[in-house]
């Protein structure tokens, strides 16, 4: 990705990534700007600069510095940096296309199915076919991209669905019709005409905002003991540490103990550590019993999202997902969903005050 610069622009390219890696990103900015003045065809820096915007929630800016990066050099990182500012801004049949780059960036871990006798969906007539759904990412990805499943069958295909193990009894009672099976050792199923990873089903459907499977997909099979009655909150403050957005995305104890002190009624940690519960069918149980999810950008507002219960999801200003767009407060994904964005102080304390101000008013609902 390297354009050839002269040391004194290349020492200040690096001192930029660095203030950009360490959240420095005012000085990171004006870094990569003065390396473009010197430097105009660095790819690099367009590209880290393009890094930087999307980030910042600057879209529309970091699709154009995204374009001008992607013309000097093509590389995978680039081109999965443009779709997915093309995503988050809805663009979504472009985006999609973009997205498979994330497959060749070894740094991502997302690995394809390697040397299997079979081909890759790519839009194909399904009638009477066979299609294998592999996983991939966190639990939250698998189960926002598990809704296409209908859509397959729908389209005549017999459907196997791999998932994570804590997955599978969700998947398998939402999807009665298709053959769901935890992705853990050896793993047998019939052979399969074609397979897909779950992320690149939305490209050869042609999923656009306006055909975006949106209704209520999951339910459980799971009981939970009967709770009390009076208005119940579930809450979920921790997304996963493994994720490189965890630090801004996550509350701490503190701003934590803030949140649930806004929070009428009985609060119900979602954490299946404090919950007890053994897998997301135990969780969607509880979920179900509950009026309100209140939850940090997690797999616990996807469950929510996806069972159509209301679920108000706290977004950070810095590393927002493309998937919660740069709309203010719905998402098209899960229309029980209501949004709280930062503002550009990056604090959660106004976030918290807003999910506090609407509950005092009574307000219970999900997307507005």
Not at 185 to 205: I, K, N, Q, T
Not at 276 to 303: N, Y
Request: hydrophobic share 40%; proline share 8%; with cysteine.
């Amino acid at each position: 990705m390297m354009t050839l610069i002269d040391p004194g622009t290349g020492r200040l390219l690096a001192q930029a990534i660095a203030d950009l890696e360490a959240d420095r990103l005012v000085q990171a900015e004006q870094g990569l700007r003065r390396v473009l003045l010197a430097a105009p065809k660095s790819s690099e820096a367009r590209h880290r600069l393009g890094q930087l915007l999307y980030r910042t929630g600057r879209y529309s800016q970091a699709e154009a510095e995204l374009r001008r990066a992607l013309a000097i050099a093509p590389t995978p990182e680039t081109r999965l940096g443009l779709g997915l500012t093309l995503m988050a801004q809805g663009q979504y049949p472009e985006g999609w296309a973009l997205y498979g780059a994330r497959h060749e960036i070894a740094a991502k871990g997302l690995p394809r199915p390697q040397d299997f006798p079979h081909p890759e969906w790519r839009g194909e007539d399904l009638n009477g076919k066979h299609i294998v759904i592999f996983p991939e990412q966190g639990f939250g990805d698998q189960i926002q991209f598990a809704r296409f499943t209908p859509q397959l069958q729908a389209l005549g295909a017999d459907v196997t669905l791999l998932c994570r193990p804590t997955l599978e009894r969700l998947f398998a009672h939402s999807f009665p019709d298709a053959r769901v099976l935890a992705a853990a050792g050896a793993v047998e199923f019939p052979d399969p005409d074609y397979w897909v990873m779950a992320g690149g089903l939305p490209a050869p459907l042609g999923t656009t905002l306006e055909t975006l499977p949106a209704q209520p997909y999951l339910t459980t099979p799971s009981t939970w003991p009967t709770l009390p009655p009076g208005l119940k909150i579930g809450l979920a403050t921790r997304g996963s540490p493994t994720n490189g957005n965890d630090r801004h995305r996550s509350l701490t104890p503190e701003q934590a103990a803030e949140l649930t002190a806004v929070l009428p009624g009985q609060v119900i940690d979602l954490d299946p550590v404090v919950s007890g519960a053994r897998d997301f069918a135990d969780t969607a149980a509880l979920i179900a019993q509950l009026d309100l999810v209140v939850t940090v950008d997690s797999s616990m507002a996807h469950l929510a999202g996806g069972m159509g219960k209301p679920c108000w999801v706290m977004l950070s200003v810095l590393g927002v997902d493309w998937r919660w767009l740069d709309r203010a407060t719905d998402s098209p994904w899960y229309p029980s969903v209501r949004l709280y964005r930062q503002g550009a102080d990056h604090a959660w304390g106004p976030v918290i005050a807003a999910i506090g101000a609407d509950l005092a008013r009574g307000e219970i609902g999900g997307g507005r």
